[in-house]
């Protein structure tokens, strides 16, 4: 019954400014990383299958983990990458500087997601910030990415969406650079501190007119009559301070 906003989760890395790129990778080579508990939801195991599916994505990528992962599950993924003969690289849980290096090491960011539960993804966030190039599932707070920010897979035919898409990425590290500025710029604009502020102070004052609002102002006088008050109550300050906030916000209590 009140007034809905979407506000941007207000954002930042460790490093302000996008980290740059490790020395040592081998000339032609993409490196893929995927951050974050590792759930059924991100895909992991269509990830390994579409790069196992193409001979020149299995000569030509990295795919590496970071995060927390059980052991069932590494065994799975494990026997899953080296039976299709992907390279598949398993860090675990870093610190903040070892999570930082992994941005650094990387090219692109699979962030795939399905379903997808996240009001927002913080991995996601942190990897545009960075200024890399991101691999996302059409769908949730993904969909909102804008585009030409974001490569986006088609959860309906997946293994093949992500296969494309790694094909286009690993073939063109110009452009793939290039995406991941656009997506670095879009971010700064977005996942700001100050603009997250600003939609919470329209937010409180917009909410002062909706009947939620009025109905807990109407409670909370209704309830100053049934103890004896009266008009001269709001010229006491200790008597109005529990519900000062309703007139903040420009609600006329009385």
């Not at 960011?109 to 545009?128: D, Q």
Request: with cysteine; net charge negative; charged share 20%.
């Amino acid at each position: 019954p009140g007034p809905v906003h979407v506000v941007p989760l207000a954002y930042e890395t460790l490093t302000p400014a996008h980290v740059s790129r490790e020395h040592g990778a081998v000339p032609g080579q993409m490196r893929l990383l995927t951050v974050g508990h590792a759930n059924p939801n991100k895909r992991m195991d269509s990830v390994i299958r579409a790069i196992g599916d193409s001979p020149w994505l299995r000569a030509n990528i990295v795919y590496r983990h970071v995060g927390h992962i059980d052991t069932e599950t590494l065994i799975h993924l494990s026997a899953l990458a080296s039976g299709m003969g992907v390279d598949f690289v398993v860090s675990g849980e870093l610190d903040d500087a070892g999570l930082e290096q992994a941005f650094g090491w990387a090219d692109v960011v699979s962030c795939l997601r399905m379903p997808s539960l996240e009001a927002a993804s913080a991995s996601a966030i942190e990897s545009m910030l960075y200024g890399k190039a991101i691999l996302v599932s059409d769908g949730g707070f993904y969909a909102e990415i804008a585009d030409g920010c974001a490569v986006r897979v088609d959860g309906t035919n997946e293994v093949a969406s992500i296969r494309r898409a790694l094909e286009q990425l690993a073939a063109a590290p110009i452009g793939r650079e290039s995406l991941g500025v656009r997506a670095r710029e879009w971010a700064e604009r977005t996942f700001r501190a100050d603009a997250y502020a600003a939609e919470l102070i329209e937010l409180s004052g917009t909410s002062g007119t909706h009947p939620p609002f009025v109905n807990a102002t109407k409670f909370f006088f209704d309830t100053l009559a049934r103890w004896g008050g009266d008009a001269r109550w709001l010229s006491v300050p200790s008597a109005l301070e529990p519900i000062a906030i309703f007139d903040a916000t420009g609600t006329d209590a009385t």
